[in-house]
């Protein structure tokens, strides 16, 4: 089974800083990776899908990139609401398998 | 408007069984996938399975496979997540998603807490 591991598991940052966050797969997937975004007591939130494909809705400061074994997420400008649990998820087939998640706090 | 509405909290005692439902509205009901994930308290997220209700198709996360069952009935645009014998670490909050290869779970239910406690 294709095992998908984030780093960092936990980022602190301030509000107006770039962050980026790094989802690794265990075997190559193509562009078959998405990110959600959760906060405490919510549903994730789909943000991202084919590595690259911003999501209806979903501000432009969150971009996603990589391809095969590699991808990120990365946030333009933190804003006071994107302080929240971050998830990378394979989709090249019907496993689905999430990473870790990474927290992201506001220093 | 695409809707996944689940059923309420269920506080259960080990050993007995319980089946969750997650009712959906604005689309073909029988033209997606239906899924469910798991959250244990405090952790991540993990895909349990999906049914197509269309032919019933259902597959299984290894991890689950045995575990639960899932389920459809398309005459009420509802999917089931059913245990026949809880466990306390059952405890969990159980989401209902609409999965698409490729695309990812476009769609999220509100979520339904089962605690499991003797």
């Known amino acids: 089974d294709i095992q998908l591991t984030q780093s960092p598991s936990f980022l602190s940052a301030s509000v107006g800083d770039r962050v980026t966050i790094t989802c690794r797969a265990s075997?190559?997937?193509?562009?078959?990776l998405a990110w959600y975004q959760q906060k405490p007591g919510k549903a994730p939130n789909l943000l991202i899908y084919?590595?690259?494909t911003l999501q209806n809705g979903v501000p432009s400061r969150f971009s996603g990139s990589g391809s095969g074994t590699e991808f990120t997420l990365t946030i333009s400008s933190l804003q006071p609401e994107d302080f929240a649990t971050y998830y990378c998820?394979?989709?090249?087939?019907?496993?689905?398998?999430f990473g870790q998640g990474t927290k992201l706090e506001m220093k | 408007e695409v809707q996944l509405v689940q059923s309420g909290a269920e506080v259960k005692k080990p050993g007995e069984s319980l089946k969750i439902s997650c009712k959906a509205s604005?689309?073909?009901?029988?033209?997606?996938?239906i899924g469910w994930v798991r959250q244990m308290p405090g952790e991540g997220l993990e895909w349990m399975g999906s049914?197509?209700?269309?032919?019933?198709?259902?597959r299984y996360s290894p991890s689950f496979q045995g575990q639960v069952t899932i389920s459809a009935d398309k005459s009420i645009n509802t999917a089931y997540l059913q245990w026949r014998s809880l466990q306390a670490s059952n405890t969990a909050i159980y989401y209902c998603?609409?999965?698409?290869?490729?695309?990812?779970?476009?769609?999220w239910g509100q979520g339904s807490l089962v605690t499991v406690s003797s």
């Open positions: 998820q394979r989709l090249n087939d019907y496993l689905f398998t």
């Open positions: 049914i197509y209700p269309g032919d019933s198709d259902t």
């Open positions: 084919a590595a690259s």
């Open positions: 604005g689309y073909s009901f029988t033209s997606y996938w």
């Open positions: 075997r190559a997937i193509g562009s078959y």
């Open positions: 998603v609409r999965p698409a290869v490729g695309t990812g779970f476009d769609y």
